[in-house]
């Protein structure tokens, strides 16, 4: 019985490994790249362009963030909302005698609001020019970035450009499950739809996203997503209501300076918003937590425990489950051996989605650079 029973699981999960392998958008190849061309810097006029950078206790990397907006192109505007750091983050900002930097002192966190979102509101207020740049504090970005990211938005007429800034993988836990957080995220929201308009993906990385102003006008600003967990993704879609197209991608050319030397960091990192993707819902939890198991669990008890066509069902399964995992691995420079230890993380990103669904019926909705949000400020 033990026997018949896992053959038929292991089926399944060669099956679901195959389908994750031929569906047409391909979402686990590195297709959707960009790449920063440094000699676009010399002659980029960047006049209408202004950067947003929300900061709160980003003392540690913020001055490479600003450094690396010297070297992106004449006439950029910067503003940097300081979000009531008290690690001198406004100050080390000024330090850095970056021509066109405003540094304004933000107001308390308003009612309702996330605190990135309500930073990003107060600033927009005050911007003229056509496009806007939203860059995370922790984000440095190669020369020539944001003309790229400008020459892309009008080439191909998109009202919101974004990029998948490359985290640092150089811890032990940075190698086992930061290559795996991108090679999820595009399962999920696969870029290739999102980037032909499809109406049920919309999809965007919010570390370093280019935006015409207009859009955001009509959308009503950031209040159109002021409570958002995932408010990247929030945007895009907000953006392709009002007739706007979207384009998200991979990248080397914005690098995140923020590192997590242990699980329990990257951990925080993906139970802030890994129940909000399942919109909350104990029966997608349940779904995704046997789709997770028949995936990531089947083909190693069949390969390990199983006898015959069941044992060879899940090596198979497990080869195929490697090899989707292999590209990411690929473009982020990482071993490919790594890609046989995706049993194990998907139990991790398994458990820490667990997590995220006991921290929300336990009342904390999302938690982040020292606040909390509960349930109750839900719309």
Same mark, same amino acid.
Request: glycine letters at 8%; hydrophobic letters at 50%.
């Given at each position: 019985?033990?026997?018949?029973?896992?053959?038929?699981?292991?089926?399944?999960?060669?099956?679901?490994?195959?389908?994750?392998?031929?569906?047409?958008?391909?979402?686990?190849?590195?297709?959707?790249?960009?790449?920063?061309?440094?000699?676009?810097?010399?002659?980029?006029?960047?006049?209408?362009?202004?950067? $947003?950078?929300?900061?709160? @206790?980003? !003392?540690?990397?913020?001055?490479?963030? /600003?450094?690396? %907006?010297? &070297? #992106?192109?004449?006439?950029?505007?910067?503003?940097?909302?300081?979000?009531?750091?008290?690690?001198?983050?406004?100050?080390?900002?000024?330090?850095?005698?970056?021509?066109?930097?405003?540094?304004?002192?933000?107001?308390?966190?308003?009612?309702?609001?996330?605190?990135?979102?309500?930073?990003?509101?107060?600033?927009?207020?005050?911007?003229?020019?056509?496009?806007?740049?939203?860059?995370?504090?922790?984000?440095?970005?190669?020369?020539?970035? $944001?003309?790229?990211?400008? @020459?892309? !938005?009008?080439?191909?007429?998109?009202? /919101?450009?974004? %990029?998948? &800034? #490359?985290?640092?993988?150089?811890?032990?836990?940075?190698?086992?499950?930061?290559?795996?957080?991108?090679?999820?995220?595009?399962?999920?929201?696969?870029?290739?739809?999102?980037?032909?308009?499809?109406?049920?993906?919309?999809?965007?990385?919010?570390?370093?996203?280019?935006?015409?102003?207009?859009?955001?006008?009509?959308?009503?600003?950031?209040?159109?997503?002021?409570?958002?967990?995932?408010?990247?993704?929030?945007?895009?879609?907000?953006?392709?209501?009002?007739?706007?197209?979207?384009?998200?991608?991979?990248?080397?050319?914005?690098?995140? %300076?923020?590192?997590?030397?242990?699980?329990?960091?990257?951990?925080?990192?993906?139970?802030?918003?890994?129940?909000?993707?399942?919109?909350?819902?104990?029966?997608?939890?349940?779904?995704?937590?046997?789709?997770?198991?028949?995936?990531?669990?089947?083909?190693?008890?069949?390969?390990?425990?199983?006898?015959?066509?069941?044992?060879?069902?899940?090596?198979?399964?497990?080869?195929?489950?490697?090899?989707?995992?292999?590209?990411?691995?690929?473009?982020?420079?990482?071993?490919?051996?790594?890609?046989?230890?995706?049993?194990?993380?998907?139990?991790?990103?398994?458990?820490?989605?667990?997590?995220?669904?006991?921290?929300?019926?336990?009342?904390?909705?999302?938690?982040?650079?020292?606040?909390?949000?509960?349930?109750?400020?839900?719309?």
């Amino acid at each position: 019985m033990f026997d018949s029973i896992l053959f038929w699981l292991a089926l399944a999960s060669l099956v679901v490994w195959l389908g994750v392998l031929v569906q047409p958008w391909l979402p686990w190849l590195m297709r959707e790249r960009f790449a920063a061309d440094p000699g676009r810097v010399d002659t980029a006029d960047l006049s209408d362009i202004t950067v $947003i950078v929300p900061a709160r @206790d980003e !003392a540690e990397s913020i001055a490479a963030t /600003l450094g690396a %907006l010297k &070297a #992106q192109g004449e006439g950029l505007s910067v503003i940097l909302v300081d979000d009531n750091s008290t690690d001198g983050t406004a100050d080390i900002a000024r330090a850095t005698g970056l021509a066109g930097l405003t540094v304004m002192n933000g107001a308390p966190l308003a009612e309702g609001w996330t605190g990135k979102l309500w930073a990003l509101e107060q600033a927009r207020e005050m911007v003229t020019t056509n496009r806007i740049v939203l860059l995370d504090a922790d984000i440095w970005i190669a020369p020539g970035t $944001i003309a790229g990211l400008k @020459d892309r !938005a009008v080439a191909e007429n998109r009202a /919101l450009v974004s %990029l998948m &800034a #490359q985290l640092r993988m150089a811890s032990l836990a940075e190698k086992l499950l930061i290559p795996a957080f991108i090679y999820f995220f595009k399962l999920l929201y696969p870029f290739a739809l999102s980037n032909a308009g499809s109406r049920w993906i919309a999809a965007s990385a919010g570390g370093c996203v280019l935006v015409e102003r207009r859009a955001l006008t009509q959308i009503g600003g950031f209040g159109a997503l002021h409570d958002a967990v995932i408010d990247d993704c929030t945007l895009a879609r907000r953006i392709r209501d009002v007739g706007g197209r979207t384009w998200v991608g991979v990248t080397r050319s914005a690098i995140s %300076l923020r590192g997590y030397d242990d699980i329990a960091g990257i951990h925080a990192m993906v139970a802030r918003s890994a129940y909000s993707q399942l919109r909350y819902s104990p029966w997608l939890l349940a779904g995704c937590t046997v789709a997770m198991v028949v995936m990531f669990w089947v083909p190693p008890v069949a390969l390990l425990a199983g006898e015959g066509a069941g044992q060879a069902l899940g090596a198979v399964a497990w080869c195929l489950m490697a090899a989707s995992y292999v590209p990411t691995l690929v473009f982020y420079r990482q071993a490919g051996a790594w890609a046989l230890a995706m049993p194990l993380i998907g139990t991790i990103y398994l458990a820490m989605t667990w997590s995220s669904a006991l921290r929300y019926w336990q009342g904390l909705r999302s938690a982040w650079r020292g606040r909390d949000y509960h349930r109750e400020r839900e719309s």
